[in-house]
């Protein structure tokens, strides 16, 4: 029988045969469930985009042209710059970053951010609005890494 279609089928084929991918999908047989396991997609930054970096003189690179494959993709605003915020609560006491306008997988987005960011960091997704906020202020931190991967 053919396997069942998931919602995470259509990232297995972006990869070649020869790279490394961590998966287990059971075959549809009545009374069991299809499930996915850890999906591994590596988050490897190209020399040539660090090098487009540390050239722009303000720190502004246009996002790649075609946009890196990746199981999340978070699109700019209006005025081309990443939907990454500070938000300040409780009268300043806490503080948020805030990551809008992300389509895809939010839970890979996090574990992306975590690998990046470090363990201790405490994240908060919001699948309705389709955000990711982060306790603390990491806003710098986070816009290099979604710039260094073609964001």
């Given at each position: 029988m053919a396997a069942r279609m998931?919602?995470?089928?259509?990232?297995?084929?972006?990869?070649?045969?020869?790279?490394?991918?961590?998966?287990?999908?059971?075959?549809?047989?009545?009374?069991?469930?299809t499930r996915v396991c850890a999906v591994a997609f590596s988050y490897e930054v190209r020399s040539e985009r660090l090098e487009e970096i540390a050239k722009s003189p303000s720190g502004w690179v246009p996002p790649l042209n075609p946009p890196p494959s990746l199981p999340f993709e978070i699109k700019r605003s209006r005025t081309n710059?990443?939907?990454?915020?500070v938000d300040k609560k409780r009268g300043g006491s806490l503080v948020l970053t805030v990551i809008r306008n992300i389509k895809g997988d939010l839970n890979e987005l996090v574990r992306f951010l975590k690998e990046n960011l470090g363990e201790e960091v405490h994240f908060?997704?919001?699948?309705?609005?389709?955000?990711?906020?982060?306790?603390?202020?990491?806003?710098?931190?986070v816009v290099r890494l979604l710039k260094e991967h073609g964001f």
């Open positions: 998931t919602p995470f089928s259509r990232y297995f084929n972006l990869f070649s045969q020869n790279t490394p991918i961590l998966h287990c999908l059971k075959a549809y047989k009545p009374g069991l469930k710059n990443l939907p990454v915020y908060q997704t919001n699948e309705i609005t389709s955000q990711v906020k982060i306790k603390g202020y990491h806003k710098e931190a």
